[in-house]
């Protein structure tokens, strides 16, 4: 059953998972590749377009719709302290924001809402995108390495991996969400 779903759906929810924001479903992604059901390049691959795409969507929001989209005190604290980083150190923020916790989504609207130009930001997002889209899987595809160490053949836990799979996919669109109303 977990088989037949994740060779269905895997790289359709991996797509949307990291347009979104994409963490926990991209290890899961590796995780799910450790165990045969997906390719590990193609988890690479299609984390790199989702995380690309969602990120040049978020640019391109921020370019056209200004500070409208950032309504809540805490996404204007937040904004500034992005504004902040960009000031000082804009290229290493371009290409490594996705693995800071806390301004991971609102960094790309910073962006747009800064002079970057779109050239520089889509050629720094797509080499940001590429190392964390290979890191993140690694870091799934290692964990099925380890939990297979300490748990034996992971095949016997098909159910409770569909389960945790879901939830966590759910939780996170639903936190993203979530976020994203709070913002408005």
Known sequence: MLENLVTHY???????????????????????????????????????????AG?????????????SLIKSPSMQSKLEKVFRLIQKHENWL??????????????PIALGLSRVSYLKYSLLNFLGALVWSITI?????????????????LKKYEEIILIIVIAVFIGGLLIHWQLKRRSR
Do not use: N
Request: aromatic share 16%; glycine share 18%; charged share 15%.
């Open 94 to 107: 371009i290409v490594g924001f996705r693995f800071i916790y806390g301004i991971r989504t609102i960094t």
């Open 137 to 153: 899987t690694l870091v799934g595809y290692s964990f099925g390495h380890l939990a297979e160490g300490l748990m034996g053949d």
């Open 55 to 67: 990120d040049q969507f978020y640019f391109y929001l921020g370019r056209k719709k200004g500070r």
């Open 10 to 52: 895997g790289y359709l929810a991996l797509l949307l998972g990291t347009f979104l924001e994409g963490e926990a479903i991209l290890v899961i992604g590796g995780l799910m590749a450790h165990q045969g059901y997906l390719s590990l390049p193609w988890v690479m691959t299609v984390a790199l377009i989702g995380s690309f």
